[in-house]
T-cell receptor
Framework: DAGVIQSPRHEVTEMGQEVTLRCKPI?????LFWYRQTMMRGLELLIY????????DSGMPEDRFSAKMPNASFSTLKIQPSEPRDSAVYFC???????????????FGNGTRLTVT | QQQVKQSPQSLIVQKGGISIINCAYE??????FPWYQQFPGKGPALLIA?????SEKKEGRFTISFNKSAKQFSLHIMDSQPGDSATYFC??????????????FGKGTKLSVKP
């Protein structure tokens, strides 16, 4: 398997623009997670899905952030409008049925480095 | 109470030495403690994990030591190698009445192993 695939790898945009990050989970994984990584805050869980349904979005920082999972093989994280403080590395991860790393590990993609100027 | 506090923030070790990274938690409901390893430009990957029914788990040169009473756990890397240079994250999660809790990550330790 190719692992979790994220695109783009790098995104540079101007403040106020819409940004869409994409993720393809590992086939057969029922859980999908979006994390944000910064030096100050480390790895933060933004939202996670089970069988394409959002389960917990309490980590989404504000209404400017939204995430969707229209099918088992694709998810998006959208920021509209983007702000400089959104600059971070955004990771997508997936895991098997048991989820949340308990009985199966999280498999992370290589991330999208977002820079908002 | 949901936090996992990790130290040190960075660590430099000579090749062949022992690397030690520590984590502490407050939530007594945590019952799963993994360590993830992250290389530059890559996502984190599971390295080793422990549950509180044992005090130590060893996989090759990597050992987790767990102290339930002190609510602390640590990663020891024996005979550290330059290839071990990476960022290490501890994490914890809880099982709330059968409901899977999310993994809470520490802020990471950047390890550099000098040749």
């Amino acid at each position: 398997d190719a692992g979790v695939i994220q695109s783009p790898r790098h995104e540079v945009t101007e403040m106020g623009q819409e940004v869409t990050l994409r993720c393809k989970p590992i086939s057969g994984h029922d859980y999908l997670f979006w994390y944000r990584q910064t030096m100050m805050r480390g790895l933060e869980l933004l939202i996670y899905f089970n069988n394409n349904v959002p389960i917990d979005d309490s980590g989404m920082p504000e209404d400017r952030f939204s995430a969707k999972m229209p099918n088992a093989s694709f998810s998006t994280l959208k920021i509209q409008p983007s702000e400089p403080r959104d600059s971070a590395v955004y990771f997508c991860a997936s895991s098997l049925v048991a989820g949340t790393g308990r009985n199966s590990p999280l498999h992370f993609g290589n991330g999208t480095r977002l820079t908002v100027t | 109470q949901q936090q996992v506090k990790q130290s040190p923030q960075s660590l430099i070790v000579q090749k062949g030495g022992i690397s030690i990274i520590n984590c502490a938690y407050e939530n007594t409901a945590f019952d799963y403690f993994p360590w993830y390893q992250q290389f530059p430009g890559k996502g984190p990957a599971l390295l080793i994990a422990i549950r509180p029914d044992v005090s130590e788990k060893k996989e090759g040169r990597f050992t987790i030591s767990f102290n339930k009473s002190a609510k602390q756990f640590s990663l020891h890397i024996m005979d550290s190698q330059p290839g071990d240079s990476a960022t290490y994250f501890c994490a914890a999660s809880a099982n709330y009445g059968g409901s899977q809790g999310n993994l809470i990550f520490g802020k990471g330790t950047k390890l550099s192993v000098k040749p």
